[in-house]
């Protein structure tokens, strides 16, 4: 039999977490629930999950500071899940190393779908050897998913590297804005072209030698975006 996909939901709303619980026990995944801040960090700990639902208003810990602490030392897929609607909050929460923001109240089928791109971003693949792609500032080593900066490995989050590893592929060409959304976030996110500028300005300070005039991850003014080697 599959593993199972293991899900750590965090909400401190009692029924959200029975209807998440419920509908994701459902459909096959092995699902553990947190109410606080703390609870969410031991239960990341202790269950090693495949994919985090975070909501952003709990009890003790602001979730800005746990996502904080998982990223301290996880690349595991952080779904935030919030009643804050602010275009604002959503860019912190992306720049913060969230994969995706849902806003309540959601439908659950568009969830689930959401949830699904997210393991797959995050799932490692095994398959082919792949190329490794070198620049003067920083090494892509697109078989190992790994990026080395001055000799030491780069952190990066699953949709950091969906998003890099897509232009590394495609080096010296164009590749647009909607390309990269469908790719790495799924075909209902054609329009969203502010995930990619908060995901490129990350990679861009983790990577170019001077972030605000790249020489690697170059911009092409309303069309997309170009990696050159």
């Known amino acids: 039999m599959p593993e199972k996909i293991r899900v750590l ?3 401190d709303e009692p029924q959200i977490l029975r209807a998440l619980r ?3 026990n459902a459909r096959g995944f092995d699902v553990t629930t947190a ?13 090693n999950p495949h994919v985090i639902v975070l909501d952003l208003g709990l009890p003790d810990i602001d979730g800005f500071t746990v996502l904080a602490g998982l990223r301290g030392w996880t690349n595991v897929p952080v779904i935030v899940l919030s009643a804050r609607v602010d275009s604002s909050d959503k860019v912190q929460a992306l720049d913060a190393g969230a994969d995706d923001y849902v806003t309540k109240p959601f439908g659950m089928e568009e969830f689930l779908a959401r949830l699904r791109a997210a393991v797959r971003r995050g799932s490692a693949s095994t398959d082919e050897a792949l190329p490794v792609v070198q620049t003067d500032a920083f ?7 790994q990026v080395i900066r001055d000799g030491e490995p780069v952190h990066l989050t699953p949709t950091e590297w969906g998003v890099l590893e897509m232009l590394v592929r495609h080096e010296g060409k164009l590749v647009s804005q909607r390309d990269i959304l469908n ?3 799924g075909p209902t996110y054609g329009a969203q072209s502010n995930y990619l500028r908060v995901y490129l300005a990350s990679l861009r300070r983790k990577l170019e030698p001077d972030p605000t005039r790249p020489r690697h991850l170059l911009t092409e003014a309303g069309m997309g975006y170009r990696f050159v080697g």
């Open 9 to 11: 939901v965090v909400d």
């Open 22 to 24: 419920i509908n994701l």
């Open 35 to 47: 109410s606080s801040g703390a609870g969410a960090l031991t239960a990341a700990g202790q269950t």
């Open 139 to 145: 090494t892509v080593d697109l078989g190992a998913k």
């Open 183 to 185: 790719h790495v976030w």
